[in-house]
């Protein structure tokens, strides 16, 4: 059963809209660009677009970037949590220029990837919690200058990368695990 949530927020901003793609079982790609498609001029009201436990790929990632910057740009919060989002995906993620939070928390994103968030200056909160990136992603993520939260639970990152994470973004608070969890995991 595929549930799309989608409602407007009275919190003094009239016309904002919130869409919840709630653990489709199947891809909800068709869904959501079609609603995206059906709202048009209104899509730019969109702030919240959360796809999280479904089975979006980078094809859909795309596809929707081909909608057009319009129609994307006011999203501020986008959760691809436990989605089948890649690297390829993140090419796609600059057409939400107005990006502030970011979960790719459980997705095949690498360090590779990263270079493509560089571009997002309001981006604020970024969560890559056990994902694939490790110290080569420091220079990609030390370019984030306005990041304010940066969540890497259970990645990669070693303690001297961690280190220069912290002396590259001395505003942002850095979330990892203790040093013994860490090693614990490394040694598994």
Same mark, same amino acid.
């Given at each position: 059963m595929r549930m799309i949530w989608m409602r407007s927020l009275a919190m003094g901003v009239?016309?904002?809209l919130v869409i919840d793609i709630v653990g489709c079982a199947r891809s909800p790609e068709e869904s959501v660009i079609g609603l995206v498609r059906q709202l048009g001029g209104r899509a730019a009201s969109i702030r919240r677009l959360d796809l999280a436990h479904t089975a979006v790929t980078d094809a859909d990632l795309a596809e929707l970037a081909a909608l057009g910057d319009a129609a994307l740009a006011a999203v501020e919060e986008l959760d691809l949590t436990h989605t089948r989002i890649t690297d390829s995906g993140l090419a796609a993620i600059p057409s939400f220029s107005g990006l502030k939070k970011l979960s790719l928390t &459980?997705?095949?994103?690498?360090?590779?990837?990263?270079?493509?968030l560089v571009s997002l200056r309001q981006l604020t909160d970024l969560y890559l919690i056990e994902t694939a990136i490790d110290d080569d992603a420091v220079d990609a993520l030390s370019r984030l200058t306005p990041l304010r939260r940066l969540v890497l639970l259970r990645?990669? &990152?070693s303690d001297a990368g961690i280190v220069r994470l912290r002396q590259a973004l001395p505003e942002t608070v850095i979330q990892i695990e203790p040093a013994a969890t860490r090693a614990r995991r490394a040694a598994r």
């Amino acid at each position: 059963m595929r549930m799309i949530w989608m409602r407007s927020l009275a919190m003094g901003v009239v016309g904002m809209l919130v869409i919840d793609i709630v653990g489709c079982a199947r891809s909800p790609e068709e869904s959501v660009i079609g609603l995206v498609r059906q709202l048009g001029g209104r899509a730019a009201s969109i702030r919240r677009l959360d796809l999280a436990h479904t089975a979006v790929t980078d094809a859909d990632l795309a596809e929707l970037a081909a909608l057009g910057d319009a129609a994307l740009a006011a999203v501020e919060e986008l959760d691809l949590t436990h989605t089948r989002i890649t690297d390829s995906g993140l090419a796609a993620i600059p057409s939400f220029s107005g990006l502030k939070k970011l979960s790719l928390t &459980l997705t095949g994103v690498t360090d590779a990837g990263l270079s493509a968030l560089v571009s997002l200056r309001q981006l604020t909160d970024l969560y890559l919690i056990e994902t694939a990136i490790d110290d080569d992603a420091v220079d990609a993520l030390s370019r984030l200058t306005p990041l304010r939260r940066l969540v890497l639970l259970r990645t990669a &990152l070693s303690d001297a990368g961690i280190v220069r994470l912290r002396q590259a973004l001395p505003e942002t608070v850095i979330q990892i695990e203790p040093a013994a969890t860490r090693a614990r995991r490394a040694a598994r």
